[in-house]
C-alpha cells in the first residue's frame, strides 16, 4: 500500500538535467541526489538511448557540466577526482576518462573550440595552470596574519551562492587535449561566461573591466586565443548581458539580454549584437522570457538554455510560456519566433536529436525524467524514481483560474491531500507564494507542497501579477509597488479555492513564502488577520536596511525612483516592518545566515520587533554555512530538518495537534504571574 512522502524521502529523489546528444542519437545527461552520508549532493552522468535502458557513463560522485567535442567523438566534463575540479574526457563509446586540466586551484566552466583541438577554462590557477611543480615562497608572520582580509574597488564584490569574490579571480586559460595550458588574461574582475569565435582565433567572455561599472550593464570583452591584449566587443549602458551564446562571424555576437531600467521585469530576449550597430531583439512577437522561470525545491542540472541551427538561420531556446516551460525556435533574422513544444510540463534541460528533441523535464507525475519529443506523444526514456513513486503516494494537482477585481486571469494550483491521509470534516490549507516576483508556480512536484498535502491540509499556488511567462505587461504590473495588485491576487486565488472547494476550511489558511514570497507573507500578516499561522523564509522586511547590504545593493530601491538620502517615505511605506504592530498571526521565520540576496538581518529585525511587542509567537530559525537557495540546493540535512520543522509548524497550528520536535519547547505558553490583588 502506498504511503504519504515523507522529509527523509528527499534522499531518494534523483534528477536528471545537462542534456548532450550524439549525432547517432546517443543521449547522454547528468543525475543528481542528495547523499544521506556525505551530507552533499552527488552527480554522474548516464547515458541512453532510444530501446534501451540507461546506464551509468561514469560512477561520479562529482561529474557533472557536460559537453559534447564538434564531432561528437568524445565528452568533456567537470568532476572533482583530485583535490580540485577539473575537465575530464571520454570516448562516447566509453573507456577510461583521462584528466585534461591541471589546474591546482580549479577549474569553474569550459568551452570546446570550433575544431575540437582545443578546450577554453576559467580557472584561478595564475601561470603556473599547466600544474609544474614550484615552490612555495615563505611567508612572513604578518602576510600569514593578514592573509584573509579582504579590499574592493568594485561595485559588486558579492554573489549569492558564491560568496565573496576572491581577491584573485577566475582568468580565461587554454589547452590542448593533452594538458599543455596557457593563461590569456589577468583581469581584476570576475570573468563569468567564456565562448569561442567561430573561427577560433578569440574567445569573448563577460566582465565588468569597467571601473565602477553598474552591475547590471552588460560588457562583453575579447581576447586572442594565441594571447595579446584584451579588447572590447561591446557595451551599452542600456543592456544587461546574461549569457553569451554564439560568435556566428567575427563582428558579431548572439547573447540573452535584458533592459537595465527594466529591474528584472521585461523578457530576458535572444539578441544579436554588432559593433557600431542598436542590438537587434529577436523574438519579441512571443512576448516570452526566453530561458526557466520556472521554481521548485527539485532543481535539476542545468544545461544549455539556446542552441544555434547548424545552418546559423535560427535558434532552438527554453521559453517560460503560462505556467510551463517549452522549447520555441526564434530565427535570427528578426522573423516570428514560434513555440513548438506543449504540454502541462516545465522543459528543464534539451538537446536537438535526430528524431526531436532530447528533454529533461518535470510535471505533477515525473519528479525529472529524461523524454524523446518527436512528432508523436513523449516518449520517456528514463524512469529514475520508479522505486520511490512506487512506494508513496502523491497529491493530486488541479489547475484553476481566478481573478481579481479589475484584474486579469491569473493561473493557480490546488494540490489536494492523498486519498490515504484524507481526515474527516473540512480540510485546511496552506496560501504558498513564489519567490522573485519574477520566478513562476508550475504544476511540477514540489517536495514542500506535498510534505504538507501528506499531513492532510491543501496547498493553494498561483502566479500573480509580478510573475514571468505571461507577457512583459503582466510581471511589469507590480514593479512600482508591491503589496497591491498581488495582494489582491493572491485573495482572489485564496477565495475562489474556497469557492472550488467547499471541503477547505475558510477558518484554518495558512500562508507561506521565501524571499519575494516571504516579502509578502510578512506583508499580508501585517494587513489581514484572515491566515492562522505564517512561515516566513528569507524574507525582506526593510527596503532601507535591504538596500546596500544585498548583492543586488541599490538595484532594490531603484523602483521608488529616489533614494532612502533623498525620501524614504515611500522606502518605508513598501516595508513589512512598517505594519509589524498590527500583526497577530504566529510566525514562522527561516533565514540563512550567509545570504547574501536577503540578509539575515533582515529576518532579525523582524524577529526582535515581534519579541518587543510580544502580540503574537514567534519562533527563529537561522541555518549556518547556508545561502539564499538553501531549500532547493542546500546542505541535504539542513533542507531535511526544515521539511520536518514546517511540517510539525503546521501540524500544530493548522490541525491543532501538540507541537514536536525542536518545536516543543519553544511554543510552550509562556503565561505572566498572576500579582496578589486587583486593582
Known amino acids: 500500500m502506498a504511503r504519504p512522502i515523507t522529509p527523509e524521502d528527499l534522499f531518494a529523489i534523483r534528477l536528471t538535467g545537462c542534456m548532450a546528444v550524439t549525432p547517432g542519437g546517443r543521449i547522454f545527461f547528468v543525475e543528481t541526489h542528495p547523499d544521506r552520508d556525505k551530507n552533499e549532493n552527488v552527480s554522474r552522468i548516464m547515458t541512453v538511448a532510444p530501446g534501451e535502458e540507461a546506464r551509468p557513463f561514469t560512477q561520479g560522485p562529482k561529474d557533472m557540466d557536460i559537453a559534447l567535442s564538434p564531432d561528437g567523438a568524445t565528452l568533456a566534463f567537470l568532476a572533482k577526482r583530485t583535490d580540485a575540479v577539473q575537465v575530464w ?47 612555495d615562497e615563505e611567508t612572513s608572520p604578518e602576510e600569514k596574519g593578514t592573509s584573509d582580509v579582504r579590499i574592493y574597488s568594485s561595485r ?28 590569456l588574461t589577468a583581469e581584476r574582475a570576475r570573468i563569468r561566461a567564456i565562448t569561442w569565435s567561430a573561427d577560433g582565433r578569440w574567445i569573448r567572455f563577460i566582465a565588468h573591466l569597467t571601473d565602477d561599472e553598474d552591475p547590471s550593464v552588460g560588457e562583453i570583452w575579447e581576447v586572442p586565443t594565441e594571447g595579446g591584449a584584451v579588447r572590447e566587443v561591446f557595451r551599452d549602458p542600456q543592456i544587461s548581458v546574461g549569457a553569451l551564446v ?28 554588432r559593433p557600431g550597430e542598436g542590438p537587434r531583439f529577436l523574438g519579441r512577437n512571443l512576448d516570452r522570457p526566453v530561458g526557466s522561470s520556472a521554481v521548485g525545491d527539485l532543481v535539476p542540472p542545468e544545461g544549455v538554455a539556446v542552441y544555434v541551427q547548424p545552418d546559423l538561420k535560427s535558434a532552438l531556446a527554453l521559453v517560460s510560456v503560462d505556467g510551463t516551460g517549452q522549447i520555441a525556435r526564434i530565427p535570427l533574422d528578426g522573423a516570428d519566433a514560434e513555440v513548438l513544444t ?14 526531436g528533441f532530447a528533454v529533461s523535464l518535470q510535471s505533477a507525475e515525473v519528479p525529472s525524467d529524461v523524454f524523446l519529443l518527436g512528432d508523436g506523444a513523449p516518449r520517456r526514456l528514463t524512469d529514475v524514481n520508479r522505486d520511490l513513486m512506487a512506494e508513496i ?22 494540490v489536494m491531500p492523498p486519498a490515504s491521509v484524507r481526515r474527516e470534516g473540512p480540510l485546511p490549507a496552506v496560501l504558498q507564494i513564489h519567490g522573485g516576483p519574477m520566478a513562476q508556480y508550475t504544476r511540477a512536484v514540489m517536495i514542500e507542497h506535498q510534505l504538507i498535502a501528506a499531513q492532510g491540509i491543501a496547498v493553494i499556488a498561483s502566479n500573480p501579477r509580478g510573475t514571468k511567462g505571461y507577457g512583459r505587461d503582466f510581471c511589469e504590473a507590480i514593479k512600482t509597488e508591491w503589496g497591491a495588485k498581488d495582494y489582491d491576487d493572491l485573495i482572489a486565488v485564496t477565495d475562489e479555492a474556497l469557492r472550488q472547494e467547499p471541503s477547505l476550511d475558510p477558518e484554518r489558511i495558512g500562508v507561506a513564502g521565501g524571499s519575494y514570497g516571504g516579502y ?14 505564517a512561515h516566513a523564509m528569507r524574507p525582506v522586511v526593510d527596503w532601507r536596511a535591504e538596500s546596500g547590504t544585498s548583492d543586488i545593493y541599490w538595484n532594490w530601491v531603484k523602483r521608488f525612483k529616489s533614494f532612502p538620502w533623498e ?32 540578509p539575515i538581518e533582515q529576518g532579525e529585525m523582524y524577529y526582535a520587533a515581534m519579541k518587543l511587542l510580544g502580540r503574537a509567537p514567534i519562533v527563529f530559525v537561522r541555518y549556518p554555512d547556508e545561502f539564499h537557495g538553501m531549500s532547493r540546493t ?44 486587583k486593582t
Open 393 to 414: 503516494e502523491l497529491g493530486a494537482i488541479r489547475r484553476f483560474k481566478a481573478r481579481a477585481e479589475g484584474g486579469p486571469e491569473i493561473d493557480a494550483w490546488l
Open 89 to 135: 574526457a571520454m570516448d562516447v563509446a566509453g573507456g577510461e576518462a583521462r584528466q585534461i586540466t591541471k589546474a591546482r586551484r580549479g577549474v569553474r566552466s569550459f568551452a570546446w573550440s570550433p575544431d575540437g583541438t582545443r578546450i577554453a577554462f576559467l580557472t584561478r590557477e595564475g601561470p603556473r595552470v599547466d600544474g609544474e611543480e614550484t615552490k
Open 567 to 598: 525620501d524614504d517615505e515611500r522606502i518605508r511605506q513598501q516595508s513589512p516592518i512598517t505594519y509589524v504592530e498590527a500583526v497577530r498571526t504566529p510566525v514562522l521565520l527561516e533565514s540563512q545566515e550567509g545570504d547574501f540576496r536577503c
Open 246 to 273: 554564439f560568435t556566428p562571424d567575427t563582428g558579431s555576437v548572439l547573447a540573452v539580454t535584458s533592459e537595465v531600467e527594466a529591474l528584472g521585469y521585461d523578457n530576458p530576449v535572444l539578441t544579436l549584437l
Open 156 to 183: 559588486q564584490y558579492r554573489l549569492d551562492g558564491e560568496g565573496f569574490f576572491p581577491m584573485d579571480p577566475s582568468q580565461i586559460a587554454v589547452t590542448d587535449l593533452e594538458g599543455h595550458a596557457r593563461v
Open 342 to 355: 506543449s504540454g502541462d510540463h516545465v522543459i528543464t534541460s534539451f538537446a536537438p536529436h535526430p528524431k
Open 634 to 677: 542546500g546542505k541535504p540535512w539542513h533542507r531535511v530538518h526544515r521539511l520536518r520543522l514546517l511540517r510539525d509548524w503546521w501540524r500544530h497550528f493548522l490541525l491543532g495537534e501538540e507541537a514536536q520536535g525542536v518545536l516543543a519547547a519553544h511554543l510552550q505558553e509562556r503565561r505572566p504571574q498572576q500579582s496578589a490583588s
Open 520 to 533: 509578502m507573507t510578512c506583508w499580508m500578516i501585517g494587513h489581514t488577520d484572515r491566515f492562522r499561522a
